[in-house]
């Protein structure tokens, strides 16, 4: 999938990326407690820290092998599990893809 930019590419194809926002929500979105986007920025906040920090490692391990473009970071275990994921210029809809996986509407 093309983005806004064409230096910026996710890896996946149609069917493959609706299979991965389909996986992500049957294994995170119970767990959301906030997710909030601001510009090239998006902040998730999960509930039950502990009992789903794995299934989290592996959402971002899979994200960042087809988006490579996008930066990750997660919380120290211990608190608030929360993940940042954070885009260059032109990574807006790429962004706004992974609001809709991880939130209910």
Do not use: K, Y
Request: aromatic residues 4%.
């Amino acid at each position: 999938m093309v983005t806004e930019s064409n230096a910026l590419a996710c890896s996946l194809t149609d069917a493959e990326m609706t299979t991965r926002r389909i996986a992500a929500r049957e294994a995170l979105l119970s767990h959301v407690t906030d997710c909030r986007l601001n510009d090239l920025e998006l902040r998730v906040e999960f509930a039950n820290a502990e009992e789903i920090r794995s299934a989290v490692e592996r959402f971002i391990e899979l994200e960042q092998q087809c988006c490579r473009f996008l930066s990750f970071a997660l919380s120290p275990p211990g608190g608030r599990l929360t993940v940042r994921i954070e885009g260059p210029e032109g990574s807006q809809a790429i962004l706004r893809l992974f609001v809709e996986a991880l939130s209910a509407g």
